[in-house]
């Protein structure tokens, strides 16, 4: 095995681990590390939903933002940078964190569910897996964003000043912050470890980029596995984690899984979109959230544009329950992937006609 393939491991298996150890300190189960859950629990501890049972300001949100920009600004890596389609990026982040809450999780809770005996998320990893395939084919055709621009430095602190504007909040809990009582938004690991591995996870991302999407999309458009590696190790130290530290709550099949529901069809629906949307933003809700800490504005717009899905979500009876999925959230799971389409084909058409007309002009 080389050294690249058992670093990725490694940092894999850290990560695995460090999920472990927040369900087992009071994290909800299944829920060691979940970006699309952490950042809906801060919304409506922002009070933009009041979804009473989903509200705390999970301070490994702020660790994984301020994880990147501490060291990428070691590095010499933080730059601030952005201008590639916000608008578009701020709609994709909106139906990925409505696809990941009918599925209820993003794509690392994926794993760290089926890690976990819930085979649930293998329908869901089945979506998943589509969604990247069929976004896959856009990329080929030419789909692209367009480029970013360098910003002046203030546009790249921007997002790290909110993370630690929560962490602020977080200690002085001001009356207008919201706290759950009762439900998944009341189980938490400490506020201290809490933040100190969302730290940790945020600089092992950085500096490895591993990415759910991209390490499928990867092996499918490159035939190449480094990324894949990194989420092998994921999956295979949460498992050993799971049975060896909570194997009470450890169990294979696919019902009375906790924070979740075996709707098949919607499992399936609400993972591929998510995995259709986040291939063509480049990067998987964790990802965007690391690049956002990083200096990358486009990736802090998808990062505002989930906090406002969730709203959304939440607001609207989209989310999924253990009861399952809601009409309203099939409607907007299926109005998502319309959406997705619609921006990716039109995108593909405007470069091929640009592309013919270039070619025409260099031919006159």
């Not at 529901?261 to 591929?272: A, I, S």
Request: proline fraction near 3%; hydrophobic fraction near 55%.
């Amino acid at each position: 095995m080389g050294k690249e393939k058992r670093l990725m491991l490694l940092a894999g298996a850290i990560i695995g681990i460090f999920s472990v150890v927040l369900v087992k300190l009071g994290n909800p189960v299944n829920m060691g590390i979940c970006v699309a859950c952490f950042i809906r629990d801060v919304a409506g501890a922002l009070g933009l939903h009041k979804a009473e049972v989903v509200q705390y300001i999970r301070p490994e949100i702020s660790g994984f933002i301020l994880g990147a920009f501490v060291i990428s600004l070691g590095t010499g890596e933080f730059r601030a940078r952005g201008g590639s389609s916000p608008i578009i990026r701020f709609c994709f982040g909106v139906f990925v964190m409505i696809g990941a809450l009918v599925f209820l999780g993003c794509p690392l809770r994926m794993i760290l569910r089926l890690a976990n005996g819930d085979l649930n998320a293998l329908i869901g990893l089945f979506g998943f897996l589509a969604g990247i395939v069929v976004g896959i084919q856009f990329i080929k055709k030419g789909f692209s964003l367009g480029k970013s621009y360098k910003q002046t430095m203030a546009n790249g602190y921007i997002l790290p000043v909110i993370a630690v504007s929560l962490i602020v909040f977080m200690l002085i809990r001001p009356a207008f912050i919201n706290f759950s009582a009762s439900g998944p938004g009341s189980q938490h690991a400490p506020f201290a470890i809490a933040l100190a591995v969302g730290l940790a996870v945020g600089i092992l991302i950085q500096r490895t980029r591993i990415c759910t999407v991209g390490g499928f999309r990867d092996i499918f458009l490159l035939k190449d596995f480094h990324l894949f590696w990194g989420l092998v190790g994921i999956f295979g130290f949460a498992l050993i984690g799971n049975i060896i530290f909570n194997p009470t709550a450890f169990r294979i099949g696919f019902v009375e899984q906790p924070i979740a529901h075996n709707d098949f069809l919607w499992n399936f629906l609400g993972m591929f979109l998510v995995g259709y949307a986040s291939v063509l933003l480049g990067g998987c809700p964790l990802r965007q959230t690391i690049l956002g800490g990083e200096g990358d504005t486009d990736a802090a717009i998808t990062v505002l544009g989930l906090l406002v899905g969730a709203a959304i979500a939440h607001n609207f009876g989209l989310a999924a329950s253990a009861k399952g999925v809601p009409l309203n959230g099939k409607i907007a799971v299926v109005i998502g992937l319309l959406v997705v389409t619609v921006v990716a084909v039109s995108n593909v058409y405007s470069i091929v006609s640009k592309n013919k007309k270039e070619r025409a002009g260099a031919d006159v």
